[in-house]
């Protein structure tokens, strides 16, 4: 994870103990997210675990990272097909990289948006968990997503010219993701390639997030629109803030 200031993290550690503390109950099928606040989420669950104050957690982490996390703090995690979540979930807890006015997200910093989608359109309640840097909006509080923060875009590699010259129709600046610490593209945990994109313009996030995934070869972006969670914001000051 990117090195961080000691203020972000004791924000990200306080909206991620917050969010667990006030939602998380016994026996719940909970899924997990990715990023470096949502890993807080995760530390907080085993921890209550590990205390004897949470029980009967079966969790469902969305990916690698949240996965060994979940080894490393005794959280016992399935796959979500399986016969102990059955496809669905009642609470998810995850980071996000904007959050607008409308409470609308861009997610896939971290290249697990389309696993990240499935788990929070299967779930009950979603919970987004963010520091004060992530609030985002216009000075008339309309939407800025995708004009900031790139919106990734997973795409099968055989469709990589297609779907850009499809998003730049769209309006859209296209960047192929590269790895760091590796030579050429990220590769997702699916075999997929990461477009980042932008635009000098603000869009309509429930329209582009539509639209974009109707052109072939996408498998996922990264607008998250129809699932309105509730927001946990942590402030420099100290304060949490729950927007619903």
Do not use: W
């Not at 209550?48 to 996965?67: K, N, V, Y």
């Not at 996390?69 to 995850?94: A, F, N, V």
Request: hydrophobic fraction near 40%; proline fraction near 5%.
């Amino acid at each position: 994870m990117e090195q961080q200031s000691d203020k972000v993290l004791q924000m990200k550690k306080a909206a991620g103990k917050t969010a667990v503390d006030n939602l998380v109950k016994n026996g719940m099928k909970l899924g997990l997210g990715t990023g470096s606040t949502a890993i807080h989420a995760i530390r907080r669950v085993g921890e209550l675990l590990a205390q004897g104050m949470l029980r009967d957690i079966s969790a469902f982490a969305t990916s690698f990272q949240a996965e060994i996390e979940c080894e490393k703090t005794g959280i016992p995690y399935y796959p979500l097909s399986s016969r102990e979540l059955s496809g669905c979930l009642d609470l998810t807890i995850d980071g996000a990289d904007e959050v607008d006015p409308q409470n609308f997200l861009i997610k896939g910093g971290g290249g697990a948006m389309l696993i990240e989608k499935i788990t929070a359109y299967n779930s009950g309640l979603y919970a987004i968990i963010v520091d004060e840097s992530k609030i985002v909006g216009c000075t008339d509080g309309s939407s800025s997503l995708g004009t900031g923060f790139p919106v990734p875009v997973e795409v099968v590699p055989v469709a990589r010219i297609t779907v850009t010259k499809a998003l730049i129709d769209l309006g859209a600046t296209v960047t192929l993701r590269e790895g760091i610490r590796k030579a050429g593209p990220v590769i997702t945990e699916h075999g997929n390639l990461i477009l980042d994109i932008r635009f000098t313009f603000p869009v309509d996030p429930a329209k582009m997030e539509h639209e974009i995934n109707h052109i072939p070869g996408v498998v996922e972006n990264g607008f998250f629109t129809r699932k309105h969670p509730v927001i946990y914001v942590a402030h420099s000051d100290g304060t949490i803030e729950i927007r619903q």
